[in-house]
């Protein structure tokens, strides 16, 4: 039976993603709904513990995290600005750090998460390919304060939607992080006005 739903849950999957086509190319939407098709089908109940609210959260940070690792490794090949560049390094190695629990925690838990940065990530990163110098810099910090204030409210509000108590630890250990990042980017935005 397991067996069973496991391939009808697959090819939900499948044909979930096949019937939205390129319309629906946005890497969080397609986690998002090959876990709700795990959801319908029972595979995700049967497989672990996690709750729709559980697989949302973990799209969500994994999209963002994501995201972070790449503007960090564009803010280390293209400031000029050694706050910027340090601030760039950390982003990458917290957020590989985080991702990569994430990552494991979600193999345990049977969610999937999506393999790039959504779309509204992947739109930041194009439009600062484009910049160069003080305005990189300026752009890449504020766009830095806002993710981060978001990514602070996702695992605030996360606290009391998740269910999972291994996705809570894992919330309660990344939060500080990411408050810690959030006050130095701050700190780093007041210099550039």
């Given at each position: ?52 609210d559980d697989s949302k959260f973990a799209v969500s940070a ?44 979600a193999k345990s838990k049977n969610i999937t998460l999506p ?8 739109k930041i990163k194009k439009d600062l390919t484009v910049k ?62």
């Amino acid at each position: 039976m397991k067996t069973f739903l496991s391939i009808f849950g697959l090819l939900t999957i499948f044909a979930t993603v096949g019937c939205k086509g390129p319309t629906n190319s946005d890497s969080k939407n397609v986690a998002d709904s090959a876990n709700q098709a795990k959801t319908d089908s029972g595979t995700l109940k049967v497989a672990s513990s996690a709750s729709e609210d559980d697989s949302k959260f973990a799209v969500s940070a994994t999209s963002g995290g994501l995201a972070e690792v790449e503007l960090g490794h564009l803010a280390e090949q293209i400031s000029k600005d050694p706050r910027v560049k340090e601030f760039g390094s950390m982003m990458v190695a917290d957020h590989s750090k985080a991702n990569n629990e994430l990552a494991a925690l979600a193999k345990s838990k049977n969610i999937t998460l999506p393999p790039v940065p959504g779309e509204d990530e992947q739109k930041i990163k194009k439009d600062l390919t484009v910049k160069s110098g003080k305005d990189f810099d300026i752009t890449y910090i504020s766009e830095m304060v806002k993710d981060h204030e978001k990514d602070v409210k996702l695992f605030v509000d996360a606290r009391s939607t998740v269910k999972d108590p291994d996705l809570l630890m894992y919330i309660d250990k990344t939060l500080p992080v990411l408050k810690r990042h959030l006050q130095h980017v701050k700190g780093i935005e007041k210099q550039f006005k």
